[in-house]
C-alpha cells in the first residue's frame, strides 16, 4: 500500500520548516509505539485526552499529573514544542465541577472560582512547557439559530464564561498564546457563529490569539472553497490560525461500510489527492497559519476507528500501520 519506500524519505517538520509547526496528537501508548515516527516528522505534540478537566482534576483538589507529565517530558526529550488541550469543555468534566456536596448545582461564582482554580494550576505547572493553550473548545453550536452551545458552563455562569476563561489564562500565563478551538469551523453556517463569537472577543479586548480550526475533514467535504473561505474569514480578525485536529477519514458520510481490513486502492488514491489540495492551500496561508498538527500519527492508532461507526477501522493519515509513508504523504512533501 505504499511507494517509493526505496526511496529516502525526508523529514516532514524539515520540509515546513519554513512554513508551520507540524505536529500530532499523542498518548501514553504511542509515544512508545510510534516514538521513531514522531521523533522524525514531528516537532510539536498535543495530548490527546491526558490534559482534559476529568482526567487533570478528577476529584475536587486532587490533581492527577502523571500522564500529562510524561506527555511534556517526551516533548521536551525529543525538542517539540506542546500545545495544550484543553481547559474548558462541555464534554469530559467531571460533574462535581458543577455540584455541591449534596449534589445540588451551584451557583454562578462558585463555578468561576473553580474554574480560574483549574486553569491557575494547570497552566502554572506548565509554564514555559506548553506555548499555547486551546482555552475554550466547541462552545457554538451546529445548526439552528443560537449561538451558543447549552451547556453547564453557560447555564451556570452565562455567556461571560468565555471571556472569564480567556482572561483567567492569560493571567495564570501572560505569555501563553490562547486559542478558541472548533469543529465543522469551514461549514458556512457554523463558520460565521465561531467569527461572530470569536471577533465578540476581540471586539471586547479579550486576550484571544488565535483560531483552532479542527480539520476533521473527509475526502470530498468540506470543499476546498469552503476551506478556503473559512480561513480568510478567521484570518481577517488578525489571529493566528493553528489546524489543531487534522486526520482525513477515507469514508464519506453516507459511507457505513465495516467490512474492510484495509482501504481501497481507490480510497487511497483519494485521499493523496485531497492532502495534496489542502496542504497546497496551506502554504498559501502560512502567514496567517503556524502550526498544522494531525489528530495521530499513523493509521495503527486513530480516534476514528470505531467513530462514528463501530467495529469499523479508519486510515486517516500520511502513514500507514506499519508507519511506513503514503502517498498522501509524498503528495504532501513533493512540490
Known amino acids: 500500500m505504499t511507494t517509493q519506500t526505496s526511496v529516502k524519505v525526508p523529514s516532514l517538520k524539515k520540509v515546513y520548516e519554513n512554513y508551520f509547526d507540524i505536529g500530532a496528537a499523542v498518548n501514553l501508548h504511542t509515544i512508545v509505539t510510534q516514538q521513531p515516527l514522531l521523533a522524525q516528522h514531528f516537532n510539536s505534540i498535543t495530548a490527546e485526552n491526558d490534559m482534559k478537566f476529568e482526567n487533570i482534576q478528577p476529584l475536587e483538589g486532587q490533581f492527577t499529573f502523571e500522564r500529562a507529565d510524561e506527555l511534556a517530558a517526551f516533548a521536551k526529550k525529543n525538542g ?17 465541577v458543577f455540584q455541591d456536596a449534596n449534589g445540588k448545582q451551584v451557583d454562578r461564582e462558585t463555578l468561576l472560582q473553580r474554574l480560574k482554580n483549574h486553569i491557575n494550576v494547570v497552566m502554572e505547572r506548565y509554564k514555559g512547557t506548553i506555548y499555547c493553550w486551546d482555552v475554550v473548545n466547541e462552545a457554538v453550536t451546529d445548526e439552528g439559530p443560537e449561538l451558543y452551545r447549552s451547556t453547564k458552563w453557560l447555564e451556570i455562569i452565562g455567556e461571560d464564561y468565555i471571556e472569564k476563561a480567556f482572561e483567567f489564562a492569560h493571567e495564570a500565563d501572560p ?10 469551523e469551514s461549514d458556512p453556517q457554523k463558520r460565521e457563529k465561531i467569527y461572530k463569537l470569536v471577533k ?36 481577517s480578525l488578525g489571529l493566528k490560525l493553528h489546524l489543531t485536529e487534522l486526520d482525513v477519514s477515507v469514508f464519506n458520510h453516507e459511507d457505513k461500510r465495516t467490512d474492510l481490513t484495509e482501504p481501497t486502492s481507490e480510497m487511497l488514491d483519494l485521499q493523496a ?46 502513514f500507514d500501520e506499519k508507519h511506513q509513508p503514503k502517498d498522501s504523504f509524498w503528495k504532501v512533501v513533493q512540490f
Open 175 to 184: 505569555e501563553a498564546l490562547l486559542f478558541y478551538n472548533d469543529y465543522n
Open 200 to 235: 465578540s472577543l476581540v471586539d471586547k479586548g479579550v486576550p484571544v490569539h488565535g483560531v483552532g480550526l479542527q480539520a476533521h475533514w473527509k475526502l470530498v467535504n468540506p470543499s476546498l472553497e469552503e476551506i478556503r473561505t473559512a480561513i480568510e474569514r478567521y484570518a
Open 273 to 318: 489527492e485531497r492532502y495534496h489540495q489542502v496542504f497546497h492551500l496551506l502554504r498559501e496561508y502560512q502567514d496567517s497559519i503556524t502550526s498544522v498538527t494531525f489528530w495521530g500519527a499513523a493509521d495503527d492508532y486513530t480516534w476514528l476507528s470505531d467513530f462514528p461507526v463501530k467495529g469499523r477501522k479508519n486510515w486517516p493519515f500520511l
Open 80 to 96: 517539540m514544542r506542546m500545545r495544550g488541550h484543553t481547559l474548558v469543555w462541555h464534554n469530559q468534566t467531571p460533574d462535581w
